[in-house]
């Protein structure tokens, strides 16, 4: 399978008062295969956000560089779809209006726009809500609108930082379920930045299992679970057997600093 994106040698640090430097990153090399679904899991504050800011082209690294279909991106913005946890919707824009505006900014009519989403929001669970504004959403509606603005940049790598965090348990299944189907019909490759181990097995071909700052990858845990997936793979051998996997790793950072 073709490598959709490589993090190559990569490290950030940043200037702190007093001349200090601050190292976030430390030597991150990862290759991730077109269409795969992978998640970033660690502590806070190991860099996960940082590594989707050089990814997306936002900040240059201090050394390594990004490259995507085996080119250079380093510091070029557009090369990915990109989603905060915040869902950052404009609230004088309606779902639709919203959800089309990577498209217009990249060129597209806005008639053009709305022809192609229309469709694909009332596919996947958003008919009825394509003219209401934001202020009427519940949070997961919120989400599922965000995530179709990112979705249709046209772009083939879509970044996802903690997009469900912020929703109750119900709601966050309902949309980790929902983010499969889209993930299914799009065929985007995903990156998906999360401190929920189970919500990263249940999603993912393989984490990618993170230290504390400096933040560095300890070890890539492939899932070896059947799809589609379903709620009862939590329940499985092999799914115990990833997450106690995956809990060894996250404890390995405490134990050194003890």
């Not at 504050?45 to 590594?51: I, P």
């Not at 900040?59 to 557009?78: F, M, N, S, V, Y």
């Not at 639709?96 to 900014?105: A, K, Q, S």
């Not at 995956?246 to 405490?254: D, K």
Request: glycine share 10%; net charge neutral; with cysteine.
């Amino acid at each position: 399978m073709a490598v959709k994106v490589h993090v190559d040698r990569l490290s950030m640090a940043f200037a702190a008062e007093g001349g200090d430097v601050l190292q976030a990153l430390c030597d991150i090399d990862l290759a991730i295969a077109s269409g795969r679904f992978v998640s970033l899991l660690g502590p806070s504050g190991c860099g996960k956000s940082t590594l989707f800011n050089i990814i997306a082209g936002l900040l240059q690294p201090t050394q390594g560089r990004i490259l995507i279909d085996g080119e250079d991106a380093t510091g070029t913005i557009g090369r990915v779809g990109y989603m905060l946890q915040k869902d950052l919707l404009l609230n004088w824009r309606t779902v639709l209006d919203n959800v089309i505006l990577g498209m217009e900014l990249k060129g597209v009519s806005r008639r053009e726009a709305r022809r192609r989403a229309l469709p694909l929001l009332r596919k996947h669970g958003l008919e009825g809500f394509e003219h209401l504004y934001p202020n009427v959403l519940s949070g997961g509606m919120r989400q599922r609108a965000a995530l179709f603005r990112t979705l249709l940049c046209d772009t083939d790598v879509i970044l996802l930082d903690e997009p469900f965090a912020a929703l109750d348990a119900q709601t966050r299944g309902q949309m980790q379920e929902w983010l499969l189907g889209l993930w299914a019909d799009f065929g985007k490759t995903v990156v998906f930045v999360t401190h929920d181990v189970d919500e990263a097995i249940y999603l993912s071909d393989e984490i990618h299992v993170m230290s504390t700052r400096p933040g560095r990858v300890l070890e890539t845990v492939a899932v070896d679970l059947p799809r589609p997936r379903q709620r009862g793979t939590v329940l499985s051998g092999a799914f115990t057997a990833v997450k106690e996997r995956c809990l060894a790793l996250l404890s390995e950072p405490a134990r050194e600093a003890a």
